[in-house]
Structures are given as structure tokens and as C-alpha cells.
């Protein structure tokens, strides 16, 4: 039987030039897998701890050698012998070792870096890609790209209050083709800002961040950038929303600084309402705040049929927080973060989850991101739908859209682009 031989883990740098745990899980045969983690900026407050050192006198406090260690010292030994295709039984070890709710004693961070390292050494171990390591069928869904291509709220500064204006090209006919549209419209969104005076340079996950006076202005640009590729907006390719409100939710009201507004949660939703009617708007994610519940139910009674709406911070890829959200109808869809949660296995049973409910899932990166690629493969292995990872531009952004570009050429026949069957559950 193959078993674990060592998981050992070193401090890198994430995209942001901030530290963050990478490792490395060793066999007794030879085969290996590695994994990096990633690091939000908009961090929802429910989610699992990310264990940073608080050291002032290295990184700013931000250094992770405590959750290195945790791996090194505590991890390691403790895996050492056992079953790496035994994924549940490890993240379980991993989280009785923890003792804690929210990971707060071994860090989130190290957990996920030796559940997904080890992953990848028993896929390895197999001569399987990981993706197909992870699979139960021979057939496979590439799913339809999110890219953020304007960013604004906590990703940039003097840019929009909403967070992400992103482009979803349902309309393409594979993955390969939606990837060259949404890279058509991001060169023409560059020449367009270019033209209008305003700055042309990146937020953190590789979208423009001009400083537009109005959220609105920021979907006219795009609506713009779209025709301008030669694209028909609302067939060819969508709008995704991410406003990340908890970050301008203030004492119940939705502040939009740029715009001067306050708005009430039944205003607020009247804004989307608004939008969705007069925009290609097919997805918006933490539309409402992490703690305005009414306000989610408000919104999916209004658009929850015609638009997804995306629990982030809501869920924070807990099942626990997503089965009250089931329950509850406060959305359709949830984002599927791995390192809010902090092990493969919790993260693959929220994706079940919300199938089961007839919900959909969109696989992410975080804003602080590495050179690692896993989501690419959890999204095609588990046929999930959609992936959102930033900008068709940064070498942290395009790794993941780049490995899924190969895994279509290796799949052939056997993948079928999601289009807009990944809107299964709404009336469009
Ligand atoms: P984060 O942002 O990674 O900074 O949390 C991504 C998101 O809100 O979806
Ligand atoms: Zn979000």
C-alpha cells in the first residue's frame, strides 16, 4: 500500500508580495504532490482561520512560519504511514488535531496546504491528473470563466465601491473560445479607458481600476468593450457582479461612497433590481452583506429566478452556513472558496451540497493568489460549472485559465464546454 512518507512546508510569497505556506507531500513510492495556499483581502468574518505569525519584525506581523511549523512539527508526523487516497479520513485527522471550529489552532492555512499537497501526491501516485484523480465519470464540464476585468472596493484603491465587474462568455462554443473572447474584451476595455483619459493600470487580480464616478459608469464601459471585441452583449457574453457589500455594509445601510448614497436593504435591492433589468446582468455574488439575511431573501424573491445570486462571505464554503441558506431560499448559488473553509474534503461536500439543493457553484481564487492551479482541476474534475480567477492577465490569474486551456486539449471529445446550461437552475 502507498503511504505517506513526510509533508513538509516552507514560507513563499503570494501575489500581493505577502507570505503564504507552501508544501510539499512525499510518498513512500517516490511520488510527490505540492500545493501553495492562497489570501483574501475581503475576507468574510465567518471564515476559517489564516494563522499569521502577528511577528512585527518580519513581513509586518504577516509572516506564516507558526503555520510552517504546525505542518513540520504536528502535521507530519501525525500523517506519516497513512493512506494518501484516504482524502476524507486525512482532512478528518486534520481537523480532530485542530480541535477547533474555526481552525484557529493549526491555521486554515497549513490545513489546506497538506490536503491539497497530498491530494495531488496520491492523484500523482496514480498516473492520473489531478482533475481525473478526482472525478467519478469519464466525461467532463469546462466550466465558464468569470474574469474580473474591472476591479474596484478593497482590490483597488480610487476605484469603484463594488468590488468586481466581471465578464462571463456563455455564448462560446468551448473553453478555448470563451477565454479568447474575454481576452478580446479586456484589450478593447484597455483601449476604451485608455481613450477616455482615465489610467490603465491593474487592481489585485489583474482587472483595470479607473476611477470612475459611478459603479454604473464602470457597466457602461464594459457594455462598450464588448461591442467594441465584436461580442453582443447578453447572447455572446454576460455580466458578473461581485459588490462584496459586507465591506460598505455599515449599521444596516449600504454606504456607496462614490455615488454619495445610502441606500436601506429594500434600496438596495431595488438598485439590483434596476440594473438587472437594464444590464446583461446573469450573476451577482454578496449582493447583500454576510449578516443581512432578510436582505438576501429580499433580493432572491425579487431576481432569484432570472439571476444567480452567489453567497461569499454568506457562506464562506461552510456547509453549516450554506444548509441555513437552503433552508432559508436567501440565494441560488454559493462561491466555493478552499481556504475558507481549509480542507478538500469540506470543500467537495458544499459542492455536493448545493447540487443536491439544485444550486450552482463557482469555484474561486482569492485575491491573493500563487502560481498553484488546483481549482482549475477541482473545477473539471467535479464538473462544478464555473470558475472565477480574476483578469485574463497576471501569471497568478492565468495559470488557472491556462491549465484549464490544456486540460480541454487533453480531454478532447471527452469535455464539453458549460455555457449556458452552467445557468441550469434560472428562467433565461
Ligand atoms: P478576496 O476577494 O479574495 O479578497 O476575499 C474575492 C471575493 O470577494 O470574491
Ligand atoms: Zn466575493
Redesign the pocket.
Same mark, same amino acid.
Given at each position: 500500500m502507498e503511504t505517506i512518507k513526510n509533508v513538509q512546508a516552507w514560507e513563499i510569497l503570494d501575489s500581493r508580495g505577502n507570505p503564504t505556506v507552501a508544501v510539499r507531500t512525499e510518498l513512500n513510492s517516490g511520488a510527490y504532490g505540492e500545493a501553495a495556499v492562497?489570501?483574501? =483581502?475581503?475576507?468574510?468574518k465567518y471564515e476559517a482561520v489564516e494563522l499569521r505569525d502577528g511577528d512585527k519584525s518580519r513581513y509586518k506581523g504577516l509572516g506564516v512560519l507558526k503555520a510552517v511549523d504546525n505542518i513540520n512539527s504536528v502535521i507530519a508526523p501525525a500523517l506519516k504511514g497513512m493512506n494518501p487516497a484516504e482524502q476524507e479520513k486525512i482532512d478528518r485527522r486534520l481537523i480532530e488535531m485542530d480541535g477547533t471550529e474555526n481552525k484557529s489552532n493549526l491555521g486554515a492555512n497549513a490545513m489546506l496546504g497538506v490536503s491539497l499537497a497530498t491530494a495531488h501526491a496520491a492523484a500523482s501516485s496514480v498516473k492520473k491528473p489531478l482533475y481525473s484523480y478526482l472525478s467519478h465519470q469519464d466525461s467532463y464540464i469546462l466550466p465558464v470563466p468569470l474574469l474580473n476585468i474591472l476591479n474596484g472596493g478593497?482590490?483597488a484603491s480610487d476605484s469603484t465601491d463594488f468590488?468586481?465587474f466581471m465578464i462571463a462568455p456563455a455564448g462560446a462554443q468551448s473553453f478555448a473560445h470563451a477565454l479568447r473572447m474575454a481576452a478580446e474584451i479586456y484589450q478593447a476595455l484597455k483601449s476604451i479607458i485608455k481613450e477616455q483619459k482615465f489610467n490603465t493600470n491593474v487592481g489585485?487580480?489583474g482587472g483595470f481600476a479607473p476611477s470612475l464616478p459611478s459603479n454604473q459608469a464602470a457597466l457602461e464601459l464594459i457594455i462598450d468593450a464588448m461591442q467594441k471585441a465584436g461580442y453582443k452583449p447578453g447572447i455572446d457574453c454576460f455580466i458578473a457582479l461581485?459588490p =462584496?457589500s459586507s465591506e460598505f455594509y455599515e449599521d444596516g445601510t449600504y454606504v456607496l461612497a462614490r455615488e454619495g448614497k445610502r441606500l436601506s436593504r429594500q434600496q438596495m435591492v431595488d438598485y439590483y433590481v434596476k440594473w438587472t433589468r437594464e444590464y446583461p446582468i446573469i450573476s451577482i455574488?454578496?449582493g447583500m452583506a454576510e449578516d443581512d439575511w432578510e436582505g438576501w431573501k429580499l433580493l432572491c424573491g425579487a431576481i432569484g429566478e432570472r439571476v444567480q445570486l452567489v453567497g461569499?462571505?454568506l457562506y464562506v464554503t461552510n456547509i453549516k452556513r450554506l444548509s441555513k441558506g437552503i433552508e432559508h431560499k436567501a440565494s441560488n448559488s454559493i462561491?466555493i472558496?478552499l481556504n475558507q473553509i481549509g480542507t478538500l474534503s469540506e470543500t467537495i461536500a458544499a459542492i455536493n451540497m448545493a447540487r443536491q439543493a439544485g444550486w450552482t457553484s463557482v469555484v474561486?481564487?482569492?485575491?491573493?493568489e500563487t502560481e498553484d492551479v488546483t481549482i482549475a482541476d477541482l473545477c473539471a474534475g467535479l464538473s462544478t460549472g464555473q470558475i472565477?480567477t480574476g483578469a485574463p492577465c497576471r501569471s497568478e490569474r492565468t495559470a488557472k485559465y491556462n491549465r484549464l486551456l490544456r486540460i480541454e486539449s487533453e480531454l478532447g471529445v471527452k469535455a464539453k464546454y458549460a455555457g449556458m446550461e452552467a445557468y441550469y437552475n434560472l428562467k433565461r
Open positions: 492562497p489570501s483574501g =483581502a475581503s475576507t468574510g478593497k482590490h468590488q468586481e489585485d487580480e461581485d =462584496a455574488e454578496d461569499d462571505d462561491l472558496k474561486s481564487h482569492r485575491s491573493g472565477k
